[in-house]
């Protein structure tokens, strides 16, 4: 990306606010400069910028055949908490696309897998609508999510269309069920035991908590999918987005510059020393 366009904000215009999760909103922005989703790669991240306050990284959840850039966003912090409150016609800042993006046109003809746990289906999600329209191209996409309880679900309005496309396959379950909920309690990886892998022919993409990325990938492992063929999703607090200010360092490598999506055996030894 040019340093110009890495270190200019464009006016991004608030078009549409869904509620996704008692303390998640998804976002659907107009960009000043024409932009739009195709611009973007799945797996990036832009910088939002609450003017005068701060600005905070967060992961592009548009597919690039939609019309506006989605981001989906949990107020957790002082600039999180101010865009969850912002209103239709809003204005942010934006900076971006920075980072890597999941390799979807490398798992072409393979299985794909896409797992995700909590917010980390956000991310992900560019990659679910993108391959469910060309399913064809994969040899099948089977999806397993994971959240903390049947409230924490993002994108509940979407499932039945994932769970019905041609060609795909679309697990839930929850840590915790509640009055109503009828599918699998546990942890994600507990839905392994309903979908067949199919080993070196399977590309893996995943996305969640550190120690639930930890335990899929093991889970992957035993089910001798390459570690080439598996790819994470890292994050850590990152301030620039180009690689300058090093809060965002693991070792040799810059989050923000580098990732946030690795191959798995680029970042193992990392995972391994921070516990995970």
Same mark, same amino acid.
């Given at each position: ?8 904000? #464009?006016?991004?215009? /608030?078009?549409?606010? /869904? ?24 797996? @990036? %991240? ?6 005068? /306050?701060?600005? &905070? ?6 597919? +690039? ?33 920075? =980072?890597? !993006?999941?390799?979807?046109?490398? !798992? ?11 917010? =980390? ?15 064809? !191209?994969?040899? =099948? *996409? ?26 795909? @396959?679309?697990? #839930? ?11 699998? /309690?546990? &942890? *994600? ?25 930890? %335990?899929? *990938? @093991? ?12 790819? &994470? ?5 990152? !301030?620039?987005? &180009? ?10 490598? $810059? ?13 193992? +030894? $990392? ?6």
């Amino acid at each position: 990306m040019p340093e110009t366009l890495a270190l200019t904000y #464009t006016q991004a215009v /608030v078009k549409e606010i /869904v509620p996704e999760t008692p303390d998640t909103l998804s976002f659907s922005f107009e960009l000043s400069d024409g932009r739009g989703p195709a611009d973007f790669q799945p797996g @990036q %991240f832009n910088m939002l910028y609450v003017y005068g /306050v701060g600005e &905070v990284p967060i992961s592009i959840a548009s597919s +690039r055949s939609e019309k506006t850039v989605k981001h989906t966003i949990r107020s957790v912090g002082a600039v999180t908490m101010l865009i969850s409150r912002l209103k239709m016609g809003d204005v942010l800042g934006l900076r971006g696309p920075f =980072g890597s !993006s999941w390799p979807v046109e490398r !798992s072409h003809g393979k299985e794909l897998l896409i797992i995700a746990g909590g917010l =980390g289906l956000a991310p992900l999600r560019p990659v679910i609508l993108d391959a469910l329209a060309s399913a064809h !191209s994969f040899k =099948g *996409v089977k999806i397993l999510y994971g959240a903390r309880t049947p409230k924490d679900l993002l994108y509940k309005y979407e499932h039945a269309s994932w769970s019905k496309r041609e060609g795909g @396959q679309f697990l #839930t379950t929850v840590d915790r069920a509640e009055e109503g909920w009828s599918k699998n /309690v546990g &942890v *994600v990886t507990t839905l392994f035991k309903e979908v067949d892998v199919l080993a070196e022919e399977a590309m893996a993409f995943v996305c969640g908590p550190e120690i639930m990325m930890k %335990f899929t *990938v @093991q889970e992957l492992l035993r089910r001798r999918v390459p570690q080439d063929n598996i790819f &994470v999703s890292l994050e850590r607090h990152m !301030s620039c987005g &180009v690689g300058t200010c090093g809060h965002c360092q693991m070792g040799p490598v $810059f989050i923000c510059k580098d990732g946030p999506i690795f191959a798995y055996p680029m970042v193992k +030894r $990392f995972f391994a020393k921070e516990g995970v």
